[in-house]
């Protein structure tokens, strides 16, 4: 795993050996190489470049929202793939990534499975409920302690691997992060 501080478990879960200084409130690991993501949050459609795009198929630009409901929202759809891809910068949730590792704490989340980290920062993957069945998925990866990126991806009933739709949300969160972390 990219940076250490754990490693992958046979089911695909996170061991870690992180100490408690490693973690906050909530048990989210620390985010040791923070990543100013102010440039893309004021442009949220260039995560994720043309040809990253077509690299999960899907085609045309994204649709930018300066805020959601969390904060700066891009949507990319196609129609023709049959896959919705949504990536939001999560700032107004001022704990980032350790809210998941709490509410998961108290029992609120049906789906929630830390991944490897992506990029050098620490990822899961969640859901109030388990839409893995109905072809959505989310993978949250932390940018700051304080700040996450979420990429929610839903796959249409023709889509090929509606089934399983968490690695095409993995593979997104993946290629956001590489734009964002100069590696695209």
């Not at 990536?87 to 350790?98: C, M, S, T, Y």
């Not at 302690?145 to 839903?154: F, M, R």
Request: proline fraction near 9%; aromatic fraction near 4%.
């Amino acid at each position: 795993m990219p940076g250490g501080g754990g490693s992958t478990t046979a089911s695909g879960g996170l061991s870690t050996s992180a100490s408690a200084g490693d973690r906050l409130p909530g048990g989210a690991p620390r985010v040791r190489k923070p990543l100013d993501s102010a440039p893309f949050q004021a442009e949220p459609c260039s995560v994720l470049t043309p040809a990253q795009l077509a690299s999960m198929s899907v085609g045309g630009p994204g649709k930018a929202r300066s805020r959601g409901p969390s904060g700066p929202v891009c949507d990319w759809d196609d129609n023709t793939t049959h896959i919705g891809v949504g990536g939001a910068f999560v700032i107004k949730n001022p704990q980032g990534l350790d809210t998941l590792y709490a509410q998961e704490g108290k029992g609120f989340l049906q789906l929630f499975e830390p991944l490897p980290e992506i990029e050098g920062h620490p990822a899961v993957v969640y859901g109030l409920r388990d839409g893995r069945g109905g072809g959505t998925c989310s993978v949250a990866v932390g940018l700051t302690d304080e700040l996450t990126y979420s990429v929610a991806v839903t796959l249409g009933f023709q889509h090929p691997t509606r089934s399983d739709p968490c690695p095409v949300a993995r593979r997104a969160a993946e290629l956001a992060m590489a734009t964002m972390t100069g590696g695209a």
